[in-house]
């Protein structure tokens, strides 16, 4: 059977923040080792970071601020509010992308 993939969204992350708890998979417990929120695209290789609205890079993960080739719904002013199915959360540390899982895995000295 077929299995589903969840688009990202607010709702997606928040889950996500929940199930990477007291982890260095979240934002704040990774920013001081230089974990940037970010997004990656599987299917093109390509990273974005995490940005407001406005392109300013955001300290969480948002989806407003992502390029609108990602973009799977918009709310009634015209942002962001899902992304498309090859689109996942992370962070990128150097040059590198890390998923959350990677994030809450890596051995930070």
């Known amino acids: ?4 993939v969840e688009r990202v969204s607010a709702g997606s992350l928040r889950r996500e923040n929940r199930d990477f708890a007291g982890t260095t998979g979240i ?7 230089g974990f940037i929120p970010a997004f990656y695209d599987k299917k093109t290789g390509r990273a974005e ?4 609205f406005d392109g300013r890079p955001a300290p969480i993960h948002l989806v407003e601020g992502l ?3 990602w973009a799977a719904d918009h709310d009634v002013k ?10 996942i959360s ?12 990677q994030a809450a895995d890596a051995q930070i000295c």
């Not at 970071?49 to 407001?52: A, K």
Request: charged share 25%; aromatic share 12%; no cysteine.
């Open 49 to 52: 970071i995490s940005r407001y």
């Open 67 to 69: 390029p609108e080739d």
């Open 27 to 33: 934002s704040i417990n990774n920013k001081t080792w």
């Open 90 to 101: 992370g962070f990128v540390r150097g040059t590198a992308f890390y998923t959350r899982e």
């Open 78 to 87: 015209g942002r962001i509010t899902s992304l498309i199915p090859t689109i």
């Open 1 to 4: 059977m077929d299995r589903i």
